[in-house]
């Protein structure tokens, strides 16, 4: 077995939430994903779960992807975007002024994002017990199975494919849950069309 082989089968965890924290911590993935969120609104826990799924599940049908992204959006619209609001807000909206320590405003505000956290982790635990509910588990896939499910579904859920600048950030995200080249991402990607 290659060495890369033993580290695409080491990228994808069994456990939706570890494999999404390993994911976000490579190099460049936090940075796309706040490029997709911020502009595009995409949803990056239900984007690496279509991942992790095309791993783990194959290609999904269109109604549990459809079951999966109404979820997430109602998940995060009532607790994970507020929770994320008011972090943001308190990144700037401190003031010298007011008779709380700066140390204990920065305190607050670290609460705020382990909430944030905290409501990503269950989402996650919730899509994946929704998949895992309504698939069937697959066997070790090959490397370019689990891509092409994994982008079949990310094609199924979110609608990127006509903007460079999303589809770039995508394929970035790719390159690092699936130790593969953007290069070689893109010939399968438009090969399989």
């Given at each position: 077995?290659?060495?890369?082989?033993?580290?695409?089968?080491?990228?994808?965890?069994d456990?939706?939430?570890?494999?999404a924290?390993?994911?976000?911590?490579?190099?460049?993935?936090?940075?796309?994903?706040?490029?997709?969120?911020?502009?595009?609104?995409?949803?990056?826990p239900?984007?690496?779960?279509?991942?992790w799924?095309?791993?783990?599940?194959?290609?999904?049908?269109p109604e549990?992807?459809?079951?999966?992204?109404s979820?997430?959006?109602?998940?995060?619209?009532?607790?994970t975007k507020p929770?994320?609001?008011?972090r943001?807000?308190?990144?700037?909206?401190?003031?010298?002024?007011?008779?709380?320590?700066?140390?204990?405003?920065?305190?607050l505000r670290a609460?705020?994002?382990?909430?944030?956290?905290?409501s990503?982790k269950?989402?996650?635990?919730?899509l994946?017990?929704?998949?895992?509910?309504?698939?069937?588990?697959?066997?070790?896939?090959?490397r370019q199975s689990?891509?092409l499910?994994?982008?079949?579904?990310?094609k199924?859920?979110?609608?990127l494919?006509?903007?460079?600048?999303?589809?770039?950030c995508v394929?970035?995200?790719?390159?690092q849950?699936f130790?593969?080249?953007?290069?070689?991402?893109?010939?399968?990607?438009?090969?399989?069309?």
């Open positions: 077995m290659l060495d890369s082989d033993i580290h695409f089968k080491k990228t994808i965890n456990n939706l939430w570890v494999f924290c390993e994911v976000y911590s490579r190099p460049t993935v936090d940075d796309a994903c706040l490029t997709l969120q911020d502009h595009y609104g995409v949803d990056i239900l984007l690496l779960c279509c991942c799924a095309g791993y783990h599940y194959g290609e999904l049908s549990l992807l459809q079951q999966a992204s979820f997430s959006k109602g998940w995060s619209a009532n607790t929770l994320r609001t008011i943001r807000d308190m990144k700037t909206s401190y003031s010298q002024q007011w008779p709380v320590p700066d140390t204990d405003w920065a305190s609460q705020v994002k382990n909430l944030e956290l905290a990503e269950l989402m996650l635990e919730g994946s017990r929704l998949i895992s509910e309504h698939a069937k588990k697959h066997d070790e896939p090959s689990a891509i499910t994994a982008i079949a579904n990310i199924n859920t979110f609608s494919d006509k903007d460079e600048r999303a589809v770039d394929l970035g995200i790719l390159k849950v130790n593969e080249s953007k290069e070689d991402l893109k010939i399968l990607t438009s090969a399989n069309r």
